[in-house]
């Protein structure tokens, strides 16, 4: 009898593995610490911006609907509360993309001011915020990548058979993943104005892709 | 502008993009940009810095990135390369894309304490550039270099370790696996011909021995060594019968089979430290 139950134990035990418990929680503490350093680099983006408001205004204090704009945008982005749940969340996990998204675009029109000040342009502080900006936004755009593929990785093992049995009978469920909001609207030309007036080029609904 | 809309919007096939040299030097030009000599007094720099600071720092020329943004081939190289210390994450990629005229700098965390992103931009700006533009490419490769070294004395990092080999993780689940099979299979088949407490040792032995070779250090080896050399002492209290009978194998397969890779270059050709990059550095243009 007791034979038996220590096969059955082993067996238990064995198979357990083999049907990637551990597995699930190492890619579920893989997905949640490549979530930590996207947010980190957000965090990163934000904290650049009032230097970099200031340094504009500096040079260019009619430009205050830009101010407002990119202000407002990284309040709303600020009052947003991230933690850990927003993963599984995937409305929440919207709502902040957005609320990213909008400030990238508040920044893009930001700095395509500068392009009409040439003083603000060759102002060695300018340049080093600007710069800055560029890096975090990169390391934004890497960020993201490797969280995407940590989810990746994750949803694959919670669909598979038979690791989707170990994911049904412990709760593991789907995450959402990353997607590219607007995909609509980026799949469309922009038209090119050559009106009277320069208008700002309109940004495109993710990171401004780096070093145009 | 538009071209970066255009990028969004019809992102090239994976087949498309430019491969990725291996990493076989510290000075990689697809285009016979540098002549050898230059090329080889480069060399020589970069390896007696590495000597000497640890910081692994390694120049590629390529014809192209396109139709890839320079940043992104930059990343997919240092992705595939591992230049620096692992955890140290030291490494440094100076990028050119001749015809493309752009530059990258890539910088591991570790160095981005003194060669920030805004140092680097000003490197390409003012030192690489403007020599670029003359066509002195071997100078402003050098120039860019030395700036980038000279930055880098006031970083602190980890002093250079001898060679030794690199080791990833150790899958241990993998060791468990050989760890049960040795007892219950080896063990009751070495009992049997050596009598209890040899067969006992015997197995202890050569699971111990296999954990060593496979893992390496000498705690974890004696630690197997010992739990396997009870477990098959006391197995004689269970009585499992003459054959081994249906045991299910098939719960282990995966669960062994994710171990890392093992490393472990010989000592004269360059190879990375395993470091890691975050996207950090600037990009430039001549």
Redesign the interface.
Known sequence: M??WA??LG??AI???????Y??FQTRDEAVKKSWA?VLNQYQRRSDLIPNLVATVQGYAQQEKDVFLGVTEARSRVGQMKIDDSVLNNPQAMQNFQKAQGDLSSALSRLLVVAENYPQLKSDANF??LQ??L??TE??????RKRFTDTIESYNVLTRQFPTNLTAMLFGYAVKPQFTVENEKA?????K?DFGAKPAP?PA?APA????? | MLLAWAAFAAPAAEGDFQPIPPLKERVTDLTGTLSAADEARLEARLREYEAQKGAQIAVLIVATTLPEPAFDYSMRVVDAWKLGRKDVDDGVLFLIAKNDRKLEIRTGRGVQGTLTDAVSKRIIAETVGPRFRAGDFAGGIEQGIEKIISVLQGEALPPPQKKRVAVSSVNYEGFLMLGVVAALFVGPLLRSLLGRFLGATATAGVTGAAAWWLAGGLLFPIVVAIIIFLVVLLMGAVNLGGRGGNWPGGGWSSGGSSGGSWGGGSSDSFSGGGGGFDGGGASGDW
């Open positions: 007791r034979k220590l096969m082993l067996t064995l198979s357990l593995s083999g049907c990637g551990n597995d350093e340049r080093e710069s800055q560029e890096g990169n390391r934004i755009t890497v960020a980026i799949s469309v030309a922009p090119v080029a495109p401004p892709a780096p070093g145009k």
